[in-house]
């Protein structure tokens, strides 16, 4: 077994004690995925010069799992991630805060995806 398929089945593992699951949208296509929820701090610059911290939420999980439309994919921006969290329906638009990409590997192998959104409410 490599590294890479070992890294991917020992997050599988995480997944099952801690993930949640999820709804990732893209038009009229769907599909749920159990997701590893996390965060991620950037540092965005204001138009008047003043820098100020955000915090993304994140999704973790397998880049082979994101498959709409029968096809594998990598986020987009226009994506939405759909969590209930205490009975209630939260949807985050995939985004990139700082600029940056809308989502980055969480390995060295681009095995995990991590899916930077922000709630909206």
């Excluded at 969590?83 to 969480?106: C, D, L, M």
């Amino acid at each position: 077994m490599s590294i890479a398929n070992s890294l991917e089945s020992n997050f599988k593992q995480l997944q099952s004690a801690a993930g949640v699951t999820i709804k990732y949208a893209r038009g009229e296509s769907n599909i749920a995925v159990v997701a590893v929820p996390s965060s991620t701090q950037f540092v965005e610059t204001s138009g008047d010069g003043y820098m100020e911290s955000v915090e993304s939420r994140d999704f973790m999980f397998p880049a082979s799992e994101l498959n709409l439309s029968g096809a594998e994919t990598r986020p987009e921006r226009g994506d939405t991630i759909t969590e209930t969290v205490n009975g209630v329906e939260r949807t985050y638009p995939v985004t990139n805060p700082g600029g940056g990409r809308y989502y980055r590997y969480s390995d060295p192998y681009g095995k995990i995806l991590r899916v930077h959104t922000k709630w909206t409410s």
